[in-house]
């Protein structure tokens, strides 16, 4: 078994987002002895360790991640796809916006308002001259507080994994998941 070095606790303590007081709690420990394992001037007992460990990883476990909230069915269209298939596609499946994938790579996104100030011309022509910026991007292990911040800016998260899509999460993900 390897140990965490005082500088893993303390890292996975503020990736959790969790005070040496809240650790310490849920550890049943006292704040100032977190404080010292971190810094270095005390090694803990064994028993001490793993009742920090365990706290860390409970903590772990409560977090909500991208790869719980992610719809893996991503509906989507290429750049080269004509505008009528976008607003077939939304239509179809009551969508107001699609990502713009090529190659497995988020490249863009359309969008209903997008369409709406198109002439019936525009409807043969290429996605990619008419789609919006790429929704951002994020990993699976990506936070729900992450990826909240996100949706407060844009329609949607794109999940990737090697920088392939892998998902999508959107406001109606997040809602439908603490509803």
Request: charged share 30%; proline share 5%.
């Given at each position: ?47 001490t360790l793993r009742r920090i460990v365990n706290a860390l990883e409970k903590a772990e476990s409560d977090v909500v ?56 011309a525009a409807r043969d022509e290429p996605i990619a001259d008419h789609m919006s910026e790429s929704f951002p991007t ?17 329609k949607a998260v794109m999940i990737t994994e090697a920088g392939e899509t892998v998902g999508i999460i959107t406001e ?8």
């Amino acid at each position: 078994m390897e140990l965490p070095t005082p500088a893993d606790l303390r890292q996975r303590r503020t990736d959790l987002g969790l005070t040496q007081s809240e650790l310490a709690e849920t550890a049943d420990v006292s704040q100032p002895l977190i404080a010292r394992i971190e810094g270095g001037d005390v090694d803990p007992r064994l028993s001490t360790l793993r009742r920090i460990v365990n706290a860390l990883e409970k903590a772990e476990s409560d977090v909500v991640r991208a790869e719980d909230l992610m719809n893996e069915a991503v509906v989507n269209v290429t750049p080269d796809d004509p505008v009528k298939e976008a607003a077939r596609k939304m239509e179809e499946e009551a969508y107001s916006q699609l990502a713009v994938i090529q190659d497995g790579i988020p490249v863009g996104s359309i969008s209903q308002s997008d369409l709406v100030h198109l002439d019936s011309a525009a409807r043969d022509e290429p996605i990619a001259d008419h789609m919006s910026e790429s929704f951002p991007t994020v990993s699976k292990d990506a936070t729900l507080d992450e990826i909240s911040n996100l949706l407060e800016h844009y329609k949607a998260v794109m999940i990737t994994e090697a920088g392939e899509t892998v998902g999508i999460i959107t406001e109606a993900d997040v809602a439908s998941r603490f509803s």
